[in-house]
């Protein structure tokens, strides 16, 4: 199974099985051009392209939406991240697919309305990831210069491939995971959703490096 490779290996399938969802390359070539600081397509397209090619589906099978992440703190206002998105609507304009674009450093300005828990302000497009309510959706990919794929995988990549949905309850509420998570395996049967923990657990996940995959 690949998620019982080592590393290197694990990285190097998760690129050719994301080559797979044409859909994809396409978001991350067009993405790369608009020179986005910090920026990631991750979490749902991911993880979910991972899922389709191991369960035999086609690559873009359930997937909703390309979630695009980037970290401007340099304006926090709304005016600022609504140019990216609208300069986004024309760049992946004509793709058979919705693409989100959203600002990581504004995301503390609206989360506690949206989901009833305050969220301390990102540091990075990373730090934002690291707070997905599934360690399984923790996972960003980007085209670094010259082609090269960088991976943001704070979690590894075991539970990807081997269709495992793990709760981060790093700052998600419960209710959100329950409700995402039922909503997957619906959609994906094969999965193993594993329950919300009883007992609180501390802040933070491990510190893990990106790692760049060739082209």
């Known amino acids: 199974m690949t998620g019982r490779l080592p590393l290197d ?25 608009m020179e986005l600081p910090g920026w990631y397509v991750t979490a749902g397209c991911l993880f979910q392209t991972v899922w389709n090619v191991v369960t035999d589906r086609h690559p873009e099978h359930g997937i909703k939406d390309y979630d695009v992440f980037y970290f401007d703190d340099g304006d926090l206002s709304w005016e600022a991240e609504d140019a990216v998105i609208s300069k986004g609507k024309e760049i992946f304009d004509g793709l058979p697919a919705e693409v989100e674009i959203r600002n990581e450093a504004r995301v503390h300005l609206w989360y506690e309305q949206k989901f009833g828990v305050p969220c301390a302000p990102h540091e990075s497009t990373e730090s934002a990831i690291d707070c997905f309510a599934a360690t399984t959706c923790c996972l960003g990919v980007r085209l670094e210069p010259g082609g090269r794929w960088r991976i943001y995988a704070p979690h590894g990549l075991s539970d990807v491939f081997n269709l495992v949905v793990r709760p981060n309850p790093v700052l998600a509420p419960r209710e959100v995971y329950e409700a995402k998570s039922a909503r997957w395996q619906r959609q994906w049967p094969e999965l193993t ?23």
Request: charged letters at 20%; proline letters at 12%; hydrophobic letters at 40%.
């Open 9 to 33: 290996e694990q990285l190097a399938s998760l690129q050719s099985v994301l080559s797979r969802n044409e859909v994809l390359l396409e978001v991350l070539g067009r993405t790369a051009k």
């Open 193 to 215: 959703v594993l329950d919300w923990p009883s007992a609180p657990v501390p802040r933070g996940v491990p510190s893990t490096p990106c790692r760049e995959a060739g082209p």
